[in-house]
């Protein structure tokens, strides 16, 4: 069953579209962030995308080379798209692609890169490295230490005409990761509590966390963005005057293979003044493999 998925973004309380999935309309269009793919003859046996990630910084803005990432979530394999900018008046890159070490990982394994031409001053351009996901290893956050690599051109910054020496260059990017709740969207469900009786406790997963946390609201976000999942009946964010009280938030969300995810968790500060903060969670789905890694999500 190919779920076809496309995520306008990542925001907290925004929602992920999803096919056979009601979601709310949205008054502004949205864009696919994943139609760059599409646009790629390499890629299109990839099918379509599930969702894809907000754009994350791999470099600090001021940089000579100013790299993000997107990460493009597929059933089986994950397309990361980085978007390079040069601004050095005195080069062009070329051959530019993103070296991802997939070396530690035994989940995700790099199966193709597709590089860019010809980024001039005050460019950006994509380049793509592909990542294969073994499908019979449970999904579990991976770093990845990513380097850029390029040819320099030297050019002449008023023509843009190439003089002197072209020569290789690396340059090292912030690791990057990719955790389970990227393969998660978003999807609200109209009455929770009912869905969660319809569900069931077959594949139920429970646990109990000590998360350090100072203010209980930062441990409510903390938690929404752990699990990636969408939080509902306005249980994700905290009740005026509900100071030293326990607080539940209910969650749901469909993971990337289509099984819609529910969780209840009860977030608790321990103590008046302490930074301890006590996480009671139950994670229900209809495949209990489901529910164990989303439940391990907590960190």
Known sequence: ADLVAASGGDDMMDEDPVAGFDAPPKKKEVVDPAAVIYAIPELASLGRAFRSSQPVPLTESETEYVVQCTKHIFQQHVVLQ??????IEEQRLDNVTVLVDDSDSQVF???????VEGIRYGETKNCFTVLERNADA????????????????????????EEGDTFEEEYPLEDLEISTSDFMAKVTVPDFRKSWETVGNANEVLEKFALQFRRLEDAVAAVINYLGMQPCDGTGTLKPNS????????MSGVF?????????????????????VILKIAVRSDDATVSRMVADCIR
Do not use: W, Y
């Not at 980085?82 to 601004?87: A, H, K, L």
């Not at 449970?138 to 843009?160: H, I, K, M, S, Y």
């Open 243 to 250: 100071a030293g009280k326990p607080h539940m938030l209910h």
């Open 109 to 115: 394994s790099a199966s193709g890169e597709i590089a």
């Open 138 to 161: 449970a999904l579990e956050p991976n770093t990845f230490t990513c380097e850029l690599r390029f040819t320099v051109v030297q050019v002449d910054p008023a023509t843009g005409e």
């Open 256 to 276: 990337v293979a289509g099984q819609q995810v529910l969780a209840r968790a009860q977030v608790a500060m321990q103590g008046e003044n302490s930074s301890n």
């Open 82 to 87: 980085f978007s390079v900018q040069n601004t």
